[in-house]
């Protein structure tokens, strides 16, 4: 069962802020999602600290 949370993301290319869906119940994950400004592939890292809140850091491709 997929839960998605509604996360307000800002792209690291573009500097656009984008709202965008994320799967919180499938763990660390890592993968790309294109921009819908820019088109650039973004690098998203989903994860959760210890108090088990999601952190979602994006990052360029080329980073």
């Known amino acids: ?23 919180t119940c499938s763990g660390p994950q890592r993968y790309y999602q294109d921009c819908s400004v820019c088109c650039a592939p973004i690098l998203f ?8 809140e999601i952190i979602v850091d994006v990052k360029r491709d080329d980073e």
Do not use: F, K, R
């Not at 690291?12 to 709202?19: I, K, N, R, T, V």
């Open 45 to 52: 890292i989903v994860s959760e600290d210890p108090t088990g």
């Open 1 to 23: 069962m997929q839960n998605l949370a509604e996360m307000i993301i800002v792209c690291p290319y573009c500097g656009e802020s984008l709202d965008v869906l994320v799967d």
